[in-house]
């Protein structure tokens, strides 16, 4: 018995060329199976590893991705199908070193505790705030339904989505908050302000 | 410009040296005053003093505490950039999978893993047969192992694991496994736990308490039980509490890579990394120095992730015999397979109280399902007791608790460890009698409140108490006078209150008072950055946010130049961990004694340069000065190299440990703490009677926490804890068929609130200013989630007259509740109901003015240092200043049964009266 030959349990699939601009990155030279899925792809042959899997089945939001802007989970999706388009990760929201708004307000208002299921608010909401900058609590409710987190219990991440959409009809830059905290001389910035 | 200004009044001083610009080598001059340029000002602290003093007080410096401070490490969360423990690639890779007992309890007769070994890309499979050391999380109970060594004790029980290239090759194998079972007899249903049986799921030797499964007995009685025997109300209860998991959005990853240096590295989402420490010497039979735990970030525990885990071993020895690092991540299902949540439990629960509504008594016996393992459930017994015996003062406690192994995956601690069932039994019994007395509540409960600085029935010292603020603020804030039996059918208000330990007052693995709980280490280097290193584990409560903000605060420094290191156990010193609520309290306390000690020095070379006395300086916004001239003085960088001179680095290091307190008897150190955690919620809900569907409206959530330091975790704290708590009481519940199989372990089934089931929360932070907490703050991670329970069936009760007994309210199970109340009323429709009504009897002037008086008694206690001790007995009209067992000789303070007892049981338990009388005399349980 133990040396019959190796046949897989699973069925892989043939494996063919993909690409797609991910962060606006273009990624050209991946094989992926037939039936990969895209967090697989994402997270261990891309490496974008802010993409999280909570759940594998669909529940938990923590693995949305935006594809050609739009709200996805990535664990239901095949890679194949999303060949050529664009995606979106929680790690390409950020304008260089100049956060997007929602993930300054999230710091600023305790949207994020552990931060595990963060990546797929944000992007959620980053589309949300795309279509509609100033949402009401209705419609920020029904953009998260599908997220689950398990620490906030929401609310602080509700004030977040506010926040942000203050900032942005405000029409103000955010500051460059990645680098508040490693700026050497942030205290002549403040000063001179 | 406003650099200038600031620099204004700024004196050069006798003796004052040079200074030069850090990393200038000391040639450059001095150039005036460049530092308070480097280094940014703090955005200011809340300085507002809560009543009260502590012994921190003169230590703020206005930097952050008291500030919304966003955590130190969210940067890392909003950008993708924060690692958890699947995101530890190391080049070179394995993946491991492990084999799960599919039988609910069998005896291995043999397991063949040649079959798998031999598939192409399976680099390892292991079995339990070589790996039999036993370890767990506490010393006494120590019964798990890295793999099943003779029997699989449920489903999901680990039997093998296996390394291999990929995943598909790992799952392969895993089905290539052969295992040759010999089925058992499981038990599924905790009561039949109680009889002996054959073979029981454990052996504990001379420990086991005959051929049970009873992993644990308490029994407890405290105080004076005349009154008991003709109460004036009593309402009585039999509850059921599903089991609950925790639910957290990471499941459990490990890592483990053993280094050239033959040392091993495991990385993995902890909250208690140094027990998985320990475990991991014994099982791998390595000394600890060779171990290094590196914590990842920790995508939540909530005590889901505080054992040391039997996957986290399986990594380490497949790392060992591949010479590969092996990373083990789990699906959704083995998290649920893995459990450790919050105990089943059955709750009987009798109260009485007297003609002057006062509590005499409250009887409790709690029969908790501990599933295969036993991992916290020692001290979960005693928890489901002793932590319902404050903060009402009573007239005498008798608890009895089993706690019983049953062939389904181990419970074990879960935010709110042990109290939160029985709390909320009491919290509804309390209502109970008010609506037999005919009196408010809330009044009840102010009138039967222990004074700040008292002691409990059970011996636990209470310092801080801010229930009476909790509960005065939340009945202004709801409205309640207007609500409260007010509210039309259907619609209805509730009160509930909670009480929780601040740190636990016995470290699980040595004496106290002979190590520390927390120690911290800093380091200042030229640069003038502080440095923490600490073993206390984020997991995203804000843990490093807390610690950042105790010593930025003492050294008047940004929170921005302090950074935290608390990942790897190499550089950490020993912290025991984030559980029971002990960080903030411990791990700051000792973050501030390690503090003190560099601001020591820095005032001492502000001294010297300025030659002025110490005593006369204090540390402000980066400045060390004198107090009562401010020009007189030094910036902080200048003090820091002054003090460096001829030494270099400045370290220093603090520890916490808690003062000698608490009782003598058996099981007199479960339940203490150095503080206490107090909370009052109001929750609104609306209760379709014809459907039995409840929605919470709307909750007030009124927490003592001490001194909120950062109040925006604080305030994230509580509305968390009240959706988890929302979560056990209106939907969440492990389900289990009546064999014993597990129906919903996923997210889709096991329905965790979402936000459209979230009711807005209004949170209160109350201080109370502990005279011991870090700048007097207590916890605020686990007590907050204890009173939303009670809260809403109280409110379910306010609106549809139905009291449950059974968690969570489904609207199945209220629905037959309201069936069952219209049939007995005769009535032809639900909605015609009878809605609860109240009118107040006399006896709420009586406690009325009690509270009043009390509400003066506690005040002045609070403020006079010289104030007398106060025992609880007190309103039974005992001496508050001597204890009641000295003057009082039918005062009980029992933790064994007497012969009386025996024969004739006070409250018909279960978990004592079935079990046999012949284990009880032995007194044989550890
Ligand atoms: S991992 Fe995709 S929804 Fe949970
Ligand atoms: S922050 Fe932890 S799950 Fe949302």
Same mark, same amino acid.
């Given at each position: 018995?133990?040396?019959?030959?190796?046949?897989?349990?699973?069925?892989?699939?043939?494996?063919?060329?993909?690409?797609?601009?991910?962060?606006?990155?273009?990624?050209?030279?991946?094989?992926?199976?037939?039936?990969?899925?895209?967090?697989?792809?994402?997270?261990?042959?891309?490496?974008?590893?802010?993409?999280?899997?909570?759940?594998?089945?669909?529940?938990?939001?923590?693995?949305?991705?935006?594809?050609?802007?739009?709200?996805?989970?990535?664990?239901?999706?095949?890679?194949?199908?999303?060949?050529?388009?664009?995606?979106?990760?929680?790690?390409?929201?950020?304008?260089?070193?100049?956060?997007?708004?929602?993930?300054?307000?999230?710091?600023?208002?305790?949207?994020?505790?552990?931060?595990?299921?963060?990546?797929?608010?944000?992007?959620?909401?980053?589309?949300?705030?795309?279509?509609?900058?100033?949402?009401?609590?209705?419609?920020?409710?029904?953009?998260?339904?599908?997220?689950?987190?398990?620490?906030?219990?929401?609310?602080?991440?509700?004030?977040?989505?506010?926040?942000?959409?203050?900032?942005?009809?405000?029409?103000?830059?955010?500051?460059?908050?990645?680098?508040?905290?490693?700026?050497?001389?942030?205290?002549?910035?403040?000063?001179?302000? | 410009?406003?650099?200038?200004?600031?620099?204004?009044?700024?004196?050069?001083?006798?003796?004052?040296?040079?200074?030069?610009?850090?990393?200038?080598?000391?040639?450059?001059?001095?150039?005036?005053?460049?530092?308070?340029?480097?280094?940014?000002?703090?955005?200011?602290?809340?300085?507002?003093?809560?009543?009260?003093?502590?012994?921190?007080?003169?230590?703020?410096?206005?930097?952050?505490?008291?500030?919304?401070?966003?955590?130190?490490?969210?940067?890392?969360?909003?950008?993708?950039?924060?690692?958890?423990?699947?995101?530890?690639?190391?080049?070179?890779?394995?993946?491991?999978?492990?084999?799960?007992?599919?039988?609910?309890?069998?005896?291995?007769?043999?397991?063949?893993?040649?079959?798998?070994?031999?598939?192409?890309?399976?680099?390892?499979?292991?079995?339990?047969?070589?790996?039999?050391?036993?370890?767990?999380?506490?010393?006494?109970?120590?019964?798990?192992?890295?793999?099943?060594?003779?029997?699989?004790?449920?489903?999901?029980?680990?039997?093998?694991?296996?390394?291999?290239?990929?995943?598909?090759?790992?799952?392969?194998?895993?089905?290539?496994?052969?295992?040759?079972?010999?089925?058992?007899?499981?038990?599924?249903?905790?009561?039949?736990?109680?009889?002996?049986?054959?073979?029981?799921?454990?052996?504990?030797?001379?420990?086991?308490?005959?051929?049970?499964?009873?992993?644990?007995?308490?029994?407890?009685?405290?105080?004076?039980?005349?009154?008991?025997?003709?109460?004036?109300?009593?309402?009585?209860?039999?509850?059921?509490?599903?089991?609950?998991?925790?639910?957290?959005?990471?499941?459990?990853?490990?890592?483990?890579?053993?280094?050239?240096?033959?040392?091993?590295?495991?990385?993995?989402?902890?909250?208690?990394?140094?027990?998985?420490?320990?475990?991991?010497?014994?099982?791998?039979?390595?000394?600890?120095?060779?171990?290094?735990?590196?914590?990842?970030?920790?995508?939540?525990?909530?005590?889901?992730?505080?054992?040391?885990?039997?996957?986290?071993?399986?990594?380490?020895?497949?790392?060992?015999?591949?010479?590969?690092?092996?990373?083990?991540?789990?699906?959704?299902?083995?998290?649920?397979?893995?459990?450790?949540?919050?105990?089943?439990?059955?709750?009987?629960?009798?109260?009485?109280?007297?003609?002057?509504?006062?509590?005499?008594?409250?009887?409790?016996?709690?029969?908790?399902?501990?599933?295969?393992?036993?991992?916290?459930?020692?001290?979960?017994?005693?928890?489901?007791?002793?932590?319902?015996?404050?903060?009402?003062?009573?007239?005498?406690?008798?608890?009895?608790?089993?706690?019983?192994?049953?062939?389904?995956?181990?419970?074990?601690?879960?935010?709110?460890?042990?109290?939160?069932?029985?709390?909320?039994?009491?919290?509804?019994?309390?209502?109970?009698?008010?609506?037999?007395?005919?009196?408010?509540?809330?009044?009840?409960?102010?009138?039967?409140?222990?004074?700040?600085?008292?002691?409990?029935?059970?011996?636990?010292?209470?310092?801080?108490?801010?229930?009476?603020?909790?509960?005065?603020?939340?009945?202004?804030?709801?409205?309640?006078?207007?609500?409260?039996?007010?509210?039309?059918?259907?619609?209805?208000?509730?009160?509930?209150?909670?009480?929780?330990?601040?740190?636990?007052?016995?470290?699980?693995?040595?004496?106290?008072?002979?190590?520390?709980?927390?120690?911290?280490?800093?380091?200042?280097?030229?640069? +003038? &950055? !502080?440095?923490?290193?600490?073993? *206390?584990?984020?997991?995203?409560?804000? /843990?490093?946010?807390?610690? @950042?903000?105790? =010593?930025?605060?003492?050294?008047?420094?940004?929170?921005?130049?302090?950074?935290?290191?608390?990942?790897?156990?190499?550089?950490?010193?020993?912290?025991?961990?984030?559980?029971?609520?002990?960080?903030?309290?411990?791990?700051?306390?000792?973050?501030?004694?390690?503090?003190?000690?560099?601001?020591?020095?820095?005032?001492?070379?502000?001294?010297?340069?300025?030659?002025?006395?110490?005593?006369?300086?204090?540390?402000?916004?980066?400045?060390?000065?004198?107090?009562?001239?401010?020009?007189?003085?030094?910036?902080?960088?200048?003090?820091?190299?002054?003090?460096?001179?001829?030494?270099?680095?400045?370290?220093?290091?603090?520890?916490?440990?808690?003062?000698?307190? +608490? &009782? !003598?008897?058996?099981?007199?150190? *479960?339940?203490?703490?150095?503080?206490? /955690?107090?909370?009052?919620? @109001?929750?609104? =809900?609306?209760?379709?009677?014809?459907?039995?569907?409840?929605?919470?409206?709307?909750?007030?959530?009124?927490?003592?926490?001490?001194?909120?330091?950062?109040?925006?975790?604080?305030?994230?704290?509580?509305?968390?804890?009240?959706?988890?708590?929302?979560?056990?009481?209106?939907?969440?519940?492990?389900?289990?068929?009546?064999?014993?199989?597990?129906?919903?372990?996923?997210?889709?089934?096991?329905?965790?609130?979402?936000?459209?089931?979230?009711?807005?929360?209004?949170?209160?932070?109350?201080?109370?200013?502990?005279?011991?907490?870090?700048?007097?703050?207590?916890?605020?991670?686990?007590?907050?989630?204890?009173?939303?329970?009670?809260?809403?069936?109280?409110?379910?009760?306010?609106?549809?007259?139905?009291?449950?007994?059974?968690?969570?309210?489904?609207?199945?199970?209220?629905?037959?509740?309201?069936?069952?109340?219209?049939?007995?009323?005769?009535?032809?429709?639900?909605?015609?109901?009878?809605?609860?009504?109240?009118?107040?009897?006399?006896?709420?002037?009586?406690?009325?003015?009690?509270?009043?008086?009390?509400?003066?008694?506690?005040?002045?206690?609070?403020?006079?240092?010289?104030?007398?001790?106060?025992?609880?007995?007190?309103?039974?009209?005992?001496?508050?200043?001597?204890?009641?067992?000295?003057?009082?000789?039918?005062?009980?303070?029992?933790?064994?049964?007497?012969?009386?007892?025996?024969?004739?049981?006070?409250?018909?338990?279960?978990?004592?009266?079935?079990?046999?009388?012949?284990?009880?005399?032995?007194?044989?349980?550890?």
């Amino acid at each position: 018995m133990s040396n019959s030959p190796h046949v897989p349990m699973i069925p892989t699939g043939q494996k063919s060329s993909w690409d797609a601009v991910i962060n606006n990155r273009i990624f050209d030279d991946l094989n992926i199976e037939s039936n990969a899925i895209l967090l697989d792809v994402l997270r261990d042959s891309v490496g974008m590893l802010g993409v999280k899997r909570g759940c594998d089945l669909g529940t938990c939001g923590c693995c949305t991705v935006l594809i050609d802007g739009v709200p996805k989970l990535s664990c239901l999706t095949l890679a194949a199908e999303t060949k050529g388009k664009q995606i979106t990760t929680v790690e390409g929201l950020a304008n260089g070193s100049h956060l997007h708004p929602i993930q300054k307000t999230f710091t600023e208002c305790g949207g994020s505790q552990c931060g595990f299921c963060t990546p797929g608010f944000l992007v959620v909401i980053s589309a949300l705030l795309n279509e509609n900058s100033n949402p009401n609590d209705r419609e920020i409710k029904d953009a998260i339904e599908g997220n689950l987190c398990r620490c906030t219990g929401y609310q602080q991440i509700v004030d977040s989505v506010h926040a942000a959409a203050e900032i942005l009809n405000s029409n103000q830059s955010v500051k460059d908050n990645t680098c508040a905290q490693v700026d050497p001389h942030p205290g002549i910035d403040r000063t001179t302000e | 410009m406003s650099k200038d200004k600031e620099i204004k009044g700024y004196r050069q001083q006798p003796g004052k040296i040079p200074f030069a610009k850090p990393g200038s080598g000391g040639r450059e001059p001095f150039s005036k005053l460049r530092d308070l340029e480097m280094i940014p000002k703090s955005e200011g602290g809340y300085r507002a003093q809560p009543k009260g003093k502590n012994r921190h007080d003169h230590l703020l410096t206005g930097s952050t505490i008291g500030r919304r401070t966003p955590l130190v490490d969210s940067n890392w969360k909003v950008t993708g950039q924060a690692k958890y423990g699947d995101d530890i690639r190391l080049p070179n890779e394995l993946i491991g999978r492990i084999l799960r007992s599919p039988h609910h309890y069998a005896r291995i007769r043999s397991i063949d893993t040649s079959e798998a070994e031999s598939i192409k890309g399976v680099l390892a499979v292991e079995t339990g047969q070589k790996h039999t050391d036993l370890f767990g999380v506490l010393p006494v109970t120590k019964d798990e192992h890295a793999m099943a060594v003779d029997k699989v004790r449920h489903v999901g029980d680990l039997v093998a694991c296996v390394a291999a290239e990929n995943e598909s090759v790992a799952l392969e194998a895993l089905r290539k496994i052969k295992v040759d079972y010999e089925v058992l007899n499981p038990i599924i249903d905790m009561k039949k736990s109680l009889k002996d049986v054959e073979e029981p799921i454990h052996n504990r030797g001379k420990y086991h308490i005959g051929r049970s499964n009873v992993q644990k007995r308490v029994f407890q009685e405290f105080g004076n039980f005349e009154s008991v025997k003709n109460p004036y109300v009593s309402s009585k209860s039999k509850w059921k509490y599903a089991g609950v998991n925790h639910g957290f959005t990471e499941p459990h990853a490990v890592v483990a890579d053993w280094e050239p240096s033959g040392r091993l590295t495991l990385y993995t989402p902890q909250q208690v990394p140094h027990y998985v420490h320990r475990s991991l010497a014994d099982v791998l039979k390595i000394p600890m120095h060779q171990i290094n735990v590196h914590r990842t970030f920790v995508g939540g525990g909530f005590g889901g992730k505080s054992d040391p885990f039997p996957h986290e071993m399986c990594a380490a020895i497949l790392a060992r015999k591949t010479g590969r690092p092996v990373r083990i991540t789990f699906d959704r299902d083995e998290v649920f397979y893995t459990n450790r949540g919050r105990h089943p439990s059955h709750i009987e629960m009798n109260l009485h109280a007297d003609k002057e509504g006062r509590i005499c008594g409250i009887e409790t016996d709690a029969l908790i399902d501990g599933g295969g393992f036993a991992s916290f459930g020692h001290v979960t017994t005693y928890y489901n007791g002793v932590l319902h015996t404050a903060p009402y003062e009573i007239g005498s406690f008798h608890y009895t608790g089993a706690r019983v192994w049953t062939n389904k995956p181990a419970s074990g601690a879960m935010r709110g460890h042990g109290a939160v069932n029985s709390r909320c039994a009491v919290e509804l019994g309390i209502d109970d009698i008010c609506e037999q007395l005919e009196v408010d509540p809330i009044t009840f409960r102010l009138a039967n409140l222990l004074p700040p600085h008292s002691s409990t029935i059970t011996g636990f010292r209470i310092t801080s108490i801010g229930m009476r603020d909790c509960l005065e603020k939340v009945r202004e804030a709801c409205d309640w006078e207007q609500k409260f039996r007010k509210l039309p059918f259907g619609h209805g208000i509730g009160i509930g209150c909670g009480f929780f330990i601040s740190g636990s007052g016995l470290p699980i693995h040595w004496d106290p008072n002979k190590f520390p709980h927390a120690t911290v280490h800093l380091k200042i280097d030229m640069d +003038g &950055g !502080v440095t923490i290193h600490t073993g *206390a584990a984020d997991i995203g409560q804000g /843990s490093d946010t807390v610690v @950042a903000q105790s =010593v930025s605060e003492v050294l008047g420094l940004p929170i921005e130049m302090i950074r935290v290191k608390s990942r790897d156990s190499d550089t950490s010193p020993v912290d025991l961990g984030s559980y029971s609520s002990r960080v903030t309290f411990m791990n700051a306390n000792a973050a501030i004694s390690a503090a003190i000690k560099i601001r020591d020095e820095l005032i001492k070379a502000t001294a010297d340069i300025c030659n002025v006395e110490e005593k006369s300086l204090v540390i402000g916004d980066r400045r060390i000065y004198q107090k009562k001239d401010p020009a007189v003085g030094v910036s902080y960088l200048e003090a820091l190299h002054k003090a460096q001179e001829e030494r270099g680095a400045l370290i220093s290091s603090g520890a916490y440990r808690t003062p000698p307190m +608490g &009782g !003598v008897h058996k099981g007199a150190a *479960a339940g203490l703490a150095p503080a206490y /955690s107090f909370s009052a919620y @109001a929750a609104e =809900v609306k209760v379709d009677a014809e459907t039995g569907i409840t929605e919470v409206v709307k909750v007030w959530a009124a927490h003592d926490c001490g001194r909120a330091l950062n109040p925006l975790s604080v305030e994230g704290q509580i509305i968390g804890s009240c959706h988890m708590g929302l979560g056990q009481v209106l939907t969440e519940e492990m389900r289990y068929t009546k064999k014993g199989n597990l129906l919903n372990p996923n997210l889709l089934e096991y329905k965790i609130p979402t936000i459209h089931e979230m009711p807005e929360v209004v949170p209160i932070i109350v201080e109370s200013n502990d005279p011991e907490g870090p700048f007097g703050a207590k916890e605020a991670g686990e007590g907050p989630l204890l009173p939303i329970l009670p809260a809403v069936c109280n409110a379910v009760y306010d609106a549809i007259g139905i009291r449950t007994n059974e968690l969570p309210i489904t609207p199945d199970k209220l629905y037959k509740l309201i069936e069952k109340k219209v049939r007995s009323l005769k009535l032809d429709s639900p909605l015609n109901l009878p809605n609860p009504k109240l009118n107040y009897s006399k006896l709420q002037n009586t406690l009325e003015d009690r509270a009043d008086n009390h509400k003066v008694r506690d005040q002045d206690r609070k403020l006079d240092p010289k104030r007398e001790p106060y025992y609880n007995g007190t309103i039974f009209g005992k001496v508050s200043t001597i204890p009641p067992e000295e003057q009082d000789e039918r005062w009980t303070l029992s933790v064994t049964p007497s012969e009386e007892y025996l024969a004739n049981p006070r409250l018909a338990g279960s978990a004592w009266k079935h079990v046999e009388v012949r284990h009880m005399k032995r007194g044989d349980e550890t």
